[in-house]
């Protein structure tokens, strides 16, 4: 099976929904409808679990970005 990427070139997520860029760690992911998504502490990676609307945040944010 081919490896997959991580969204937002392995940055993370949570970060990128504020407009920053964190490294992300493989340790912190989680996989959402076939996507990888990194987060650079377990702290980011909750908040991005509860608060509403952060993916949509990071892409909008990425794609300012790229």
Known sequence: MASRKPEFNGQCAFAV???KKVIGL???KIIKNGKI???S???A???WKILP???KKAE???KKRN
Do not use: A, D, I, M
Request: glycine letters at 10%; a positive charge.
């Open 37 to 39: 998504y990194y987060f």
């Open 45 to 47: 990676k909750f908040l």
């Open 26 to 28: 493989e340790k912190h």
């Open 53 to 55: 609307g952060r993916q």
């Open 60 to 62: 909008n944010n990425w």
């Open 41 to 43: 502490n377990p702290v």
């Open 17 to 19: 929904s504020l407009g």
